[in-house]
């Protein structure tokens, strides 16, 4: 399978620690996009990748929140001294670099702060 | 602000029936719509999208209306299968914006036998 994968699935942790999520995209994809998900919600963007450069992100990326793709492939999104309103959905998606391309997802990490 | 909305929470159809979902964006910058379907523990799932240039687009038993003078598109299914039976997503897009992509809140379909 070529989709996009992400690790882990599931993350419970302790209110204050530090999380980091993995998202390989679909090789040759090289826009690669961070959404949170939040129950009854629909996803709300985080933050865009062209390659290597993060070229947007949403003001819902607090100062706690940062995310690398060091090489232009893999991509890592860290929490910083978590809080529970961090729990969501946190998806990655992929996409081609032509105009309207669609954006194929992973299947999400679903991250518990206790 | 949602930008995008999808008024029904929920949608319960007979299977063999059409199912029409709806979806409202305030946005007139947003000149590109999908929607993705997504079931329990999985990622969404492209289904069909549609450019503010068109005012329909139909894929098998999937069609999106536009309308954009009211702001409106709407999923058609027909005929609607229990393997439908998932959350639907709308989701927009403006030119510029890197595909960002807005979504509503999504309707969760439940197709009967």
């Known amino acids: 399978d070529t989709g996009v994968s992400q690790n882990p699935r599931h993350k419970i942790t302790k209110r204050g620690q530090n999380v980091t999520f993995r998202c390989d995209p679909i090789?040759?994809?090289?826009?690669l996009y961070w959404y949170r998900q939040t129950l009854g919600q629909g996803p709300e963007f985080l933050t865009y990748f062209q390659n290597e450069a993060q070229l947007e992100k949403s003001r819902l990326l607090s100062d706690r929140f940062s995310a690398e793709r060091p090489k232009g492939s893999f991509s890592t999104l860290e929490i910083q001294r978590t809080e529970q309103g961090d729990s969501a959905m946190y998806l990655c998606?992929?996409?081609?670099?032509?105009?309207?391309?669609?954006?194929?997802f992973g299947p999400g990490t679903r991250l518990l702060v206790l | 602000d949602q930008q995008v909305k999808q008024n029904s929470p929920s949608l319960s159809v007979q299977e063999g029936r059409i199912s029409i979902l709806n979806c409202d964006y305030t946005?007139?910058?947003?000149?590109?719509f999908l929607w993705y379907k997504k079931y329990p523990a999985e990622g969404p799932t492209f289904l069909i999208s549609?450019?503010?240039?068109?005012d329909k687009n139909e894929d098998g038993r999937f069609t999106v209306f536009l309308n954009k003078s009211a702001k409106h598109l709407s999923l058609h299914i027909v005929p609607s299968q229990p393997g439908d039976s998932a959350v639907y997503f709308c989701a927009a897009s403006a030119s510029g914006g890197y595909n960002k992509l807005i979504f509503g809140a999504g309707t969760r379909l439940a197709v009967h036998p």
């Open positions: 998606a992929s996409s081609l670099p032509r105009n309207r391309e669609t954006q194929y």
């Open positions: 946005n007139s910058m947003f000149d590109y």
């Open positions: 549609i450019s503010s240039i068109k």
């Open positions: 090789s040759e994809h090289n826009r």
